[in-house]
């Protein structure tokens, strides 16, 4: 019986890690394609569509991830995961940056430029990314645990959307005012949008990301419940901070 339990957590651990890092990576290279989706109401700043770079799904699946990590495993081993996962973006960048660079077979199905522009995000893109990342996702576990505290471990539906609403709402604001005003402002790189488009961006980006913050709640419960094998506010967490 320990044995399983301990299994399920091990299990549980790689698995969770693998789609924090595998979502991270995604939103790293989606980000600098903008989506418009209609919507049936109209909203201040964006009115009947949403506006928002690509990476914004695969950007609101890491705080699921790190979410369902922290409760199982702790505050500590969630921040270690956060900040590991911060130091590999420079991995993946320098690695895309050297295959970009290296000489191309003639008969390549894919040409150089359009390799570049697909795969090797702008500088603006990429500060704006790194500089919300490491910010809101530290923040993300920091409230998590500050509610669980606070709640006695109970209730982790609203450590979750609480955490989550925050840190995403955090992230959301760096992300497009660094990657879409500040940098193209202060150093040149990347394109200057308007105000108007800025605040579209912010809220299309975290209209879908505070949805996805309380619809994957559900979710959150089941990954909790399949590796701990008990009701999760039931069952104290298992990792020390």
């Not at 989606?30 to 009115?47: M, N, Q, R």
Request: hydrophobic share 50%; proline share 5%.
């Amino acid at each position: 019986m320990a044995s399983s339990a301990s299994d399920r957590l091990a299990g549980g651990q790689v698995a969770l890690v693998a789609l924090f890092v595998t979502a991270l990576v995604t939103a790293q290279l989606t980000a600098s394609k903008l989506l418009l989706f209609d919507i049936p109401v109209s909203l201040p700043h964006t009115g009947s569509s949403l506006v928002l770079p690509g990476a914004a799904l695969a950007y609101a699946v890491t705080f699921f991830a790190s979410d369902c990590y922290s409760e199982l495993y702790g505050r500590r081993p969630a921040q270690v995961m956060v900040n590991v996962g911060f130091a590999m973006n420079f991995v993946l960048l320098a690695l895309v940056y050297s295959t970009v660079q290296a000489p191309i077979a003639p008969f390549s199905g894919v040409g150089q430029s359009e390799f570049s522009s697909v795969l090797l995000s702008s500088a603006n893109i990429v500060a704006g990314s790194l500089l919300a990342y490491v910010v809101s996702q530290n923040w993300d576990v920091v409230v998590f645990h500050a509610i669980r505290d606070r709640t006695g471990g109970d209730h982790l539906w609203l450590r979750n959307v609480g955490s989550t609403a925050t840190s995403q709402a955090i992230d959301t604001v760096i992300f497009v005012t660094v990657a879409f005003w500040a940098a193209p402002t202060l150093f040149g790189v990347g394109q200057v949008y308007e105000v108007s488009q800025i605040l579209a961006l912010i809220v299309g980006q975290y209209v879908l990301k505070l949805g996805i913050a309380v619809g994957d709640t559900p979710f959150v419960y089941a990954v909790v419940r399949a590796v701990r094998g008990a009701e999760p506010d039931a069952t104290p967490d298992p990792a020390a901070d």
